[in-house]
C-alpha cells in the first residue's frame, strides 16, 4: 500500500498489537534517490506528511502538514528511511508545553523514535543497504513519511519484529536498561521500586528486571492496572493513588530497597531516598509526572515540584552510604553506548524475555481528533501508526484501553 491511498483503505489495514508481526516488509518500490544508493539521483520532489508542533500548548498546536521533500542529496554517513511507524514519548508531551528543553523551538516535526525501510543510503555507509528493515532514532522528526538520519542512529530490527514494536522499544528500553543495568548494576537478589509502573518506562524496566534472578519488584500503578502488571512481572503493585506507597513497602520490605527508579521528582525523591536500603541507589529521570498535570504548562506544579525538590549535601550521602545519580537519555551522545544497549535489547528481544507493549495504534491522518471530550493524538497510517506505548494523565487512551475506536 502507498502513502497515496486514503486513510480508509489505510485503516482497513490497522494491526492491532496483538496480532503476529506482519512478514518482512516489500522492498522498496523506487528509490528515493539522493544517496549513493541512487546514482542518477533525478531530481524528484517526494510527497511527505508530517505531524508539526506549530506552537506551544494543547494538542490543537499539532498539525498534519504536507511537506514536500526535495530528493535529498544525503550527506556521508546518512541515510533515507521510509517511515513506517513511530512511537509517542513523554517527551513530546513535554516538548508541546515548551519544557523538553531538547527539542527545537516550533515549528518542528515530533518524534524521536520510528521505524521503517532504508530508502537511500550516503556515501561511506557500508552496513546498511537499500530495503533493510530498521529502528531510527533522532531528536525529533520521526513523525514524518521521509527521514534522513545518521547511519549508527538506525539498527537492523530481528526478521520476527514488527515495525510497530521496533517504533516502541528504542526510548523506553534504553532509558530502563542504561538505568538498571550501567547504573544500578542490577544483580541478582535485589529489589526495585519502579514508579509509573503501568507506562512505557515502568514496563520495560519490570520486563528488564525479570531477566535477573530473584529481584523483587515494587511498582506503583492505579489499580486498575495491577493485575496486569502483576503478570508482566510486579511483585508487589502498589495503588499509588489511594496508598502511601513508602508504608506498603515497609510493610513488606521493613529495611526498604535497593534501588529507586524515580521519575516523580519533588517529594518523592525524597520518599525513595528515604527508602533506600544501606548502599542503594536511587536515579532520578523525571519530573514530569509531578509537574504536568494537563494539557497545558502548570506553572504552580512547576513551582511545588521545584520547592519540593531533594536538597542534600555529600556528607549526607557519606554519611547515609547511599547514591543519588541523574539520567538522561537525551543527553547521551555516546555511539558506542548507543549502539551496544540496542545491541542488547534486540537480543533480549529475540529471545524473547522482552516484548514492547503496545496500547494503540492510529492513523497518522487522524492526529488531532476529538475524542471523548479530549483531543487526543490519533495517529498514522498508510506508512504510518504511531504507537501509544504511553499512557497520560489526561488522555483518555491508556495502554489497559486497547485498541481504541479508529473512528
Ligand atoms: N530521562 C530520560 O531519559 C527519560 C526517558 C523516558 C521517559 N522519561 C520519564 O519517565 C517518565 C515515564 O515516562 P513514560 O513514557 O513511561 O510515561 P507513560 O507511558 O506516559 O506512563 C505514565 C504512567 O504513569 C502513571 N502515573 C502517572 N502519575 C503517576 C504517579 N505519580 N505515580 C505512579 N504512576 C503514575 C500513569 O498511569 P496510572 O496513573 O493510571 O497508573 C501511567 O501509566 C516520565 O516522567 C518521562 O519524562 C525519562
Partial sequence: MSTEEAPAQQQQQVKKPDEPPPAAAEGPQESAGGGGGSPAAEEKTLSNRALVLTGYGGYDKIKLQEKPLKSPQLQPGEVLVRVKACGLNFAELLGKQGLYELLPSPPVVLGMEGSGVVEAVGEDVKDRKVGDRVIAMNRSGMWQEWVVVPAQRTFPMPEEMSFEEAAAL???????????????????????????????????????????????????????????????GVTHPIDYRT?????????????????????????????????????????????????????????????????????????????????????????????????????????????????????????????????????????????????????????????????????
Fill in 170 to 232: 528504542p526510548i523506553n528500553y534504553m532509558t530502563a536498561y542504561m538505568m538498571l543495568f550501567e547504573m544500578a548494576n542490577l544483580r541478582p537478589g535485589k529489589s526495585v521500586l519502579i514508579h509509573m509502573a503501568a507506562g512505557g518506562v515502568g514496563v520495560a524496566a519490570t520486563q528488564l528486571c525479570q531477566t535477573v534472578k530473584d529481584v523483587t519488584v515494587f511498582g506503583t500503578a492505579s489499580a486498575s492496572k495491577h493485575e496486569v502488571i502483576s503478570q508482566g
Fill in 243 to 407: 496508598k502511601d506507597y513508602v508504608t506498603e513497602i515497609r510493610k513488606v520490605s521493613p529495611k526498604g530497597v535497593d534501588i529507586v527508579l524515580d521519575p516523580l521528582g519533588g517529594s518523592d525523591t525524597q520518599k525513595g531516598f528515604n527508602l533506600l536500603k544501606p548502599l542503594g541507589i536511587l536515579i532520578v529521570f523525571g519530573k514530569s509526572s509531578n509537574c504536568v498535570t494537563g494539557q497545558k504548562k502548570n506553572l504552580f506544579a512547576m513551582a511545588k515540584t521545584w520547592y519540593n525538590q531533594l536538597s542534600l549535601n555529600t556528607m549526607k550521602l557519606m554519611q547515609t552510604n547511599k547514591a543519588i545519580s541523574g539520567f538522561h537519555l537525551g543527553y547521551i551522545s555516546d555511539e558506542e553506548l548507543f549502539g551496544r544497549t540496542l545491541t542488547s535489547l534486540l537480543e533480549l528481544y529475540r529471545q524473547g524475555k522482552i516484548k514492547p507493549r503496545i496500547d494503540s495504534c492510529y492513523h497518522f491522518e487522524e492526529v488531532g481528533l476529538s475524542y471523548g471530550g479530549l483531543l487526543l493524538l490519533l495517529v498514522g497510517f498508510g506508512f504510518f501508526y504511531l504507537f501509544y506505548n504511553h499512557n497520560f494523565i489526561n488522555m483518555t487512551i491508556t495502554w489497559m484501553k486497547r485498541n481504541a475506536s479508529l473512528t
